[in-house]
């Protein structure tokens, strides 16, 4: 009978000592809310800088030397750039937000090409032929360079790349 009494009772104290919260709980969960908001940052560089295929920073860099080149001159060629924004503007979804506008900074020559190409779809021409694809070596890039820089600048304080 005694055996039947011992048992609870040593259970009871295990679970007792087990359900107390100190100071050290509150310091873990403090750091770890700080290394979640560290890791958001650094997923933002790692899907900017790193991923499947040709990374969003290399395709930024060489969609910008193509726009003001005067490379993008039909929809094959435009075909990239408008993959780009759309994947630049995903990856500002869950950015945090001084990141926000760094990216959005980054995608706005991106942006205004693709509105661009819209409105020349959108006008009205000739039955019989096709709409004249637009100039877009007249959108300026050099804010889109910078922008890369900053961004680069803040992943690298994120801790990015360490």
Do not use: H, K, W
């Not at 930024?60 to 080149?69: D, E, F, K, P």
């Not at 100039?135 to 900053?150: F, H, P, Y």
């Amino acid at each position: 009978m005694t055996r039947r009494l011992i048992l609870p009772a040593v259970l009871l104290i295990g679970l007792a000592g087990c359900s107390s919260t100190t100071s050290d709980d509150d310091a873990t969960s403090a750091e770890t809310t700080t290394a979640t908001e560290q890791t958001v940052e650094q997923e933002t560089c790692a899907g900017f800088y790193e991923g499947t295929g040709t990374p969003l920073a290399e395709r930024a860099t060489n969609a910008r030397a193509a726009l003001s080149g005067g490379e993008v001159v039909d929809a094959a060629t435009y075909t990239e750039i408008n993959a780009l924004e759309q994947r630049i503007t995903e990856l500002g979804r869950d950015a945090p937000e001084e990141m926000v506008t760094l990216l959005e900074e980054v995608n706005a020559p991106f942006t205004e090409a693709v509105a661009t190409v819209n409105e020349s779809r959108t006008a009205e021409v000739p039955e019989d032929e096709e709409p004249a694809f637009p100039d877009l070596t007249q959108i300026d890039v050099t804010a889109s360079e910078t922008a890369q820089g900053e961004l680069e600048t803040v992943c690298a304080d994120a801790g990015y790349g360490d």
